[in-house]
């Protein structure tokens, strides 16, 4: 299994750049990677999913070096509602393999006034 | 469409008692998910089923918990008999294969006393 590793906090204030990197050291040559938002009392909500390089869509940007051994999600211009907790997870969907995707604690993320 | 749809969104019962939780998820996904978080553990996955079948059930606890999907539109996940220890949030979630996201209900909310 691909295990993760993430900030267990992370602390900012609206309108700056948030970046939440993830380790994966042992990433297999098929895993795809994938980032959820979860707020409280609600289920987790998906942000971006990569192989390599870089995906961006409206809400985030998600950079994958070559070696693919860690990613970063960047959150542009965060506001109060981005508060919540960022779970980074490792598998290879497309084969269907979910019961090896692992959501682990997450980042709890606090945007400040 | 509505969503992953879960009920009952709150459940209080006694030790002992059966408890069952439902779901329905979005019309044309062939795959669900059960999952149970706690502040301990994390969100976990429980089971999940392919076309009614179920996959991988792994992460059931133990023999008290059982799942069943009779149709692509149905599932329940039963408890029998409850534990104080099983009190936790259950969420429900489905995608459809070969694309990225699963979709999470908004979960119910178990409390075994």
């Keep these: 299994l691909a295990k993760t590793t993430q900030p267990i906090s992370m602390d900012s204030y609206e309108g700056q750049e948030v970046n939440i990197t993830c380790s994966h050291n042992n990433i297999a040559t098929n895993d795809y990677i994938t980032w959820y938002q979860q707020f409280?009392?609600?289920?987790?909500?998906?942000?971006?999913?990569?192989?390599?390089?870089?995906?961006?869509?409206?809400?985030?940007?998600?950079?994958?070096?070559?070696?693919?051994?860690?990613?970063?999600?960047?959150?542009?211009?965060?506001?109060?509602?981005?508060?919540?907790?960022?779970?980074?997870?490792?598998?290879?969907?497309p084969a269907g393999g979910y019961n090896k995707l692992i959501f682990g604690a997450g980042t709890r993320l606090a945007v400040h006034p | 469409d509505a969503g992953v749809i879960q009920s009952p969104r709150h459940e209080v019962t006694e030790m002992g008692q059966e408890v069952t939780l439902r779901c329905k998820p979005i019309s044309g996904h062939d795959y669900l998910f059960w999952y149970r978080q706690t502040m301990m553990r994390g969100l976990e996955l429980l089971i999940y089923f392919n076309n009614n079948v179920p996959i991988d059930d792994s992460g059931m606890p133990e023999d008290r918990f059982s799942a069943k999907m009779p149709n692509a539109s149905f599932s329940t996940l039963k408890i029998q008999p409850s534990e104080p220890r099983d009190s936790a949030v259950y969420f429900c979630a489905s995608t459809l294969s070969g694309t990225e996201e699963q979709y999470f209900g908004p979960g119910t909310r178990l409390t075994v006393t």
Excluded at chain 1, 47 to 69: C, H, M
């Design chain 1, 40 to 93: 409280p009392s609600q289920g987790p909500r998906f942000i971006i999913q990569g192989y390599k390089t870089k995906v961006t869509n409206e809400v985030a940007s998600l950079f994958i070096p070559a070696d693919r051994k860690s990613s970063t999600l960047s959150l542009p211009r965060v506001s109060l509602s981005d508060t919540a907790v960022y779970y980074c997870l490792v598998g290879d969907i």
